[in-house]
């Protein structure tokens, strides 16, 4: 297709979508494409112009705002770049490249990816317009045909109130009502039935049979005609479940925007600018599109981190709320990673950019909660299955309902049996059971967000409702991932901070981890560490090297032997450090021992609370671990709670294990940080990512804990179990209503209570219905967890 320009002017001489042919080609303002007036059924007059419009999207926007798009100066971006992808809250397999709306359901498309654009939703601007315009036709309407009726009071003369009726409805039905018409047709058309198609039925032939009354009641027999000589009418049924629809609508899409906000909360944290650090030490604000990995930045207090880095210079402690849910701030020094969004302290930091734009925490984080917001939860298809039949249903009782009524109905019953018809087909709208799930959904997920709770896909958090059994990695997950330093023990004159010192500068060489625990403690210290010469690897036994002036050796027993240092003077101390799950070093210096150091990953403190809190919920926990089983053991007595453990284990290992566990009838989630992880996170029901660990177990996992500690399995259980009990309320809701509903407008009651629903208590029971499955998933929002 071709496209406009920057004033929207089209290639066939029209401007802004106006053509004085309807067989040239029209632009469509919005979009920029080119429209045939003929074909499109979407036109709006402005300033004394037409414009043709290619859907009913560009439509609504332009009439939104007719000079977003016709201004003098430079056109508004449009909402969605060209083939950026729309797609339906409630149908998420429905995406197409623009606005629109949904076959199946009929509901407007949404953009894919979230936007910073926190425009009102056009759709809301327009329904809500229609809302108040019918609100108010509709109201004398009620006085003119129900209350005066009631009362005995003739606010017009009998024979022109029909005429009245129809000027009042008529705008409410061909106007207000109309997008449920162009969504009920569509409906018919692709055979997808929804709550459209029963509206549009309802409503419809309340509206004809009513006009066919006004302008021609001689065509009706004399046993329909009232005193006046005027066949009854229904326009004020039409008019007020339209009405009432449209404010179901309204109510939904205002929800729906809350959800939205939540999003463009999370996207407002990230910063607009940087400051970057050029090669010459200059320093210069830059947009953060601009930032690339590499670059050096600096964060001046009380700034937010601009993207995900490192820090290379100095000390702050930072705000990690958004990410983690802690107010208390994180002390961030050389080396320790920074997260986009987070909030700088008194400190300035010099970081080094590591991931920016689409690939920063806070990006994904915001790409997370978009896409778990849409997912499907396998229960919904329930709802799914019954909608499918449930609408044909529907139209076959209203028949039904029309003929019985017509044959053994009281006078008039043309009359009952049209009304009744109708009740049936508008109190039946499955909106509420369309609702039930996604809105649960959205608002759950939006919820876990801010508890540090990320949910890949509805699914994840169906299934981990029911798991049984917790299967949990060590290293990262119930300790820390990061050795430190625990002892320092000294042989003979030697004192500890000169031990740590040369110790710290041979293993400033090496990248084992607890050789990297070691340098840190040292420069904790603030020790000096001397120059070195001759540094060596001794595979299996550790390393050497000259030091100060000093033959400084480092590694296990057998390291000693072959120095000739004897190291049988620590062996019980090196073996109770060992006990307690620490790696042990031996130092010698000049040939003998001096001493030992021992390196542990400290248990993390919210371990020992969280499984007993996931012990409470029943859950049975097994440790899996590819350390060894002297250590496993150590952090399991640690810990306690353990119901097994398992040691010496190589990721596909974990997997296997995993599977077994599956196979004997286990509901299995497993919560993992590292590359080694990915394997059993993948496997299992429901895998738990610590956010702390790394991409590839991110990815594998269909929840991450952004908090990286086992307090957040607890909150991530709890919020599954909301989530899927107020499902379950919706559900239940739904068919409740549904359930009594359809047989009460039926007429069912009648015989023995003579009662009867008319189609306007109907809409308002469904729209009741509507509000209720809302409010009730907005209830998730004042979870505790």
Same mark, same amino acid.
């Given at each position: ?15 802004? #979508? ?8 029209? %632009? ?58 729309? +797609? ?15 076959? %199946? ?20 601007? !327009? ?14 309407? &009620? ?64 509206? /004809? ?36 629809? @449209?404010?179901?609508?309204? @109510? ?54 601009? $993207?995900?880095?490192?820090? +290379? ?36 930091? =010099?970081?080094?950019?590591?991931? $920016? ?7 994904? +984080? ?40 017509? +044959? ?14 109708? *009740? ?33 896909? *509805?699914?994840? &958090? ?9 299967? %949990? ?50 420069? /904790? ?29 480092? #590694? ?9 240092? !004897?190291?049988? =003077?620590?062996?019980? !101390? ?47 926990? $097994? ?21 097994? $453990? ?34 059993? &996170? ?12 790394? !991409? ?25 179990? *909301? ?63």
């Amino acid at each position: 297709m071709k496209h406009a320009d920057a004033h929207g002017h089209g290639a066939g001489g029209c401007c802004g #979508g106006k053509t004085p042919a309807t067989d040239r080609p029209a %632009i469509d303002p919005v979009c920029g494409m080119t429209v045939d007036p003929a074909a499109t059924a979407h036109h709006a007059h402005h300033d004394e112009q037409e414009y043709h419009f290619c859907s009913v999207g560009c439509h609504t926007k332009f009439i939104v705002d007719p000079m977003r798009y016709l201004g003098d100066g430079p056109r508004a971006m449009p909402v969605a770049a060209p083939g950026a992808m729309w +797609i339906c809250p409630m149908h998420p397999e429905v995406r197409q490249e623009g606005p629109g709306t949904c076959p %199946i359901c009929g509901m407007a498309l949404e953009p894919e990816e979230p936007s910073l654009d926190d425009a009102p939703n056009p759709e809301l601007v !327009d329904f809500t317009r229609r809302l108040w315009i019918s609100g108010v036709l509709t109201v004398p309407l &009620l006085f003119i045909a129900m209350i005066g009726e009631m009362l005995g009071l003739h606010f017009v003369p009998p024979a022109a109130s029909p005429w009245i009726q129809l000027g009042l409805s008529a705008p409410v039905v061909l106007w207000a009502g109309w997008p449920f018409f162009e969504r009920g047709w569509a409906s018919l058309s692709t055979r997808h039935f929804n709550m459209f198609t029963l509206i549009a039925i309802g409503v419809g032939a309340a509206f /004809a049979y009513s006009v066919v009354a006004t302008v021609a009641p001689g065509l009706f027999p004399p046993a329909f005609h009232t005193h006046g000589g005027m066949a009854p009418v229904y326009y004020e049924a039409a008019s007020v479940v339209v009405t009432l629809v @449209l404010l179901g609508q309204v @109510l939904e899409l205002r929800a729906r925007a809350a959800t939205g906000r939540a999003i463009r909360a999370l996207m407002d944290l990230a910063p607009k600018t940087a400051r970057r650090i050029a090669a010459d030490g200059s320093e210069a604000d830059v947009d953060i599109a601009e930032v690339h990995v590499g670059d050096r930045l600096r964060v001046r207090p009380g700034e937010a981190v601009p $993207v995900d880095g490192v820090v +290379i210079e100095g000390r702050s402690a930072v705000d990690e709320a958004m990410l983690t849910g802690e107010p208390a701030p994180v002390a961030k020094q050389a080396d320790d990673r920074l997260t986009g969004g987070t909030v700088n302290g008194t400190g300035s930091l =010099v970081m080094e950019a590591r991931a $920016v734009g689409a690939d920063t925490m806070l990006a994904r +984080i915001v790409r997370m909660v978009a896409e778990a917001q849409r997912s499907r939860a396998p229960i919904q298809a329930v709802a799914d299955r019954v909608s499918g039949w449930f609408v044909p249903l529907v139209i076959a009782i209203a028949i039904a309902t029309f003929i019985v009524w017509n +044959i053994v109905g009281p006078e008039p019953r043309f009359g009952h049996a049209l009304l009744n018809a109708i *009740a049936v087909l508008v109190i039946a709208c499955p909106c509420a059971l369309g609702l039930a799930t996604p809105m649960s959904v959205m608002v759950g997920t939006g919820r876990g967000a801010h508890a540090g709770v990320l949910v890949k896909n *509805a699914e994840a &958090l169906q299934a981990f409702e029911t798991v049984d059994t917790l299967v %949990i990695d060590k290293t990262g997950t119930l300790t820390e991932g990061k050795p430190v330093l625990i002892a320092i023990e000294s042989v003979g004159a030697m004192a500890k901070n000169d031990l740590l010192a040369l110790a710290a500068a041979v293993e400033a060489g090496s990248e084992h981890p607890l050789a990297h625990a070691t340098v840190v403690a040292a420069k /904790a210290r603030g020790l000096v560490l001397p120059a070195i010469d001759d540094f060596q690897s001794q595979t299996g036994l550790g390393v050497s090297a000259v030091a100060g002036g000093r033959a400084v050796a480092i #590694g296990n027993a057998a390291q000693m032997r072959r120095i000739g240092a !004897d190291p049988a =003077v620590l062996a019980a !101390d090196a073996e109770r450090y060992r006990r307690d799950g620490a790696g042990v070093m031996l130092v010698a210096v000049d040939g003998k021992l001096a001493g030992l150091l021992a390196v542990a990953d400290p248990v993390r403190a919210s371990a020992r609370p969280a499984i007993d809190a996931l012990r409470a919920e029943g859950l049975r926990i $097994v440790m899996l671990t590819g350390d060894n089983q002297t250590t496993a053991d150590a952090v399991a007595r640690a810990i306690g709670g353990l119901d097994e $453990v398992r040691a010496d284990l190589r990721p596909e290992d974990k997997a296997r294990i995993v599977g077994e566990l599956k196979a004997a009838g286990a509901r299995v989630a497993m919560a993992g940080d590292g590359i080694n992880d990915a394997p059993a &996170l993948a496997a299992a029901d429901v895998g738990l990512a610590m956010g702390t660990g790394t !991409d590839v177990a991110i990815e594998s996992a269909g929840m991450t804990l952004t908090r990286g500690d086992l307090a957040a399995i607890v909150r991530a259980r709890k919020l599954a179990r *909301a989530t899927m009990r107020n499902i379950r309320q919706n559900l239940f809701f739904s068919f409740l209503f549904n359930g009594i509903g359809v047989p009460v407008a039926a007429g069912v009651l009648y015989p023995v209570a003579g009662i009867l629903l008319s189609p306007m208590l109907a809409g308002a029971a469904m729209a009741a219905s509507s509000f209720t499955v809302v409010a009730n998933a907005l209830r998730l929002n004042g979870v505790k967890l």
